[in-house]
């Protein structure tokens, strides 16, 4: 069965530090650009990140950058967005996405930044 499954989302103060995690089954994450999207309440979905399939080159939206990363374990067919320095404005459901020969999503993880 060909399913992600996101990790890692919870409730975190202002300043604080999330790693979110989205592992793969039923296919190889190595032959799909992976990406990490997000959807606050009356949003729509917006790209955070996305990183190459062999992991060597990676882009982040203008309002995440200095403060996430993504990165990838393609031996553990997962991928990985550590979250520094959370602002209120990060709360959303956070959405894993393969892309390759077909798309899956996974089916998200709250994260909620809130004092």
């Known amino acids: 069965q060909i399913q992600l499954v996101e990790s890692g989302g919870d409730l975190v103060q202002p300043g604080g530090s999330l790693r979110l995690s989205c592992t793969a089954s039923g296919f190889t994450i190595s032959d799909y650009v992976m990406s990490w999207h997000r959807q606050a309440p009356g949003k729509n979905r917006e790209l955070v990140a996305s990183i190459s399939r062999s992991g060597d080159f990676s882009n982040r939206v203008d309002s995440v950058k200095g403060r996430f990363t993504i990165s990838r374990d393609n031996s553990k067919n997962t991928v990985y967005l550590q979250m520094n320095s959370l602002k209120v404005e990060d709360t959303a459901v956070y959405y894993c996405?393969?892309?390759?020969?077909?798309?899956?999503w996974g089916q998200g993880t709250q994260v909620t930044v809130s004092s």
């Open positions: 996405k393969a892309a390759g020969n077909s798309v899956y």
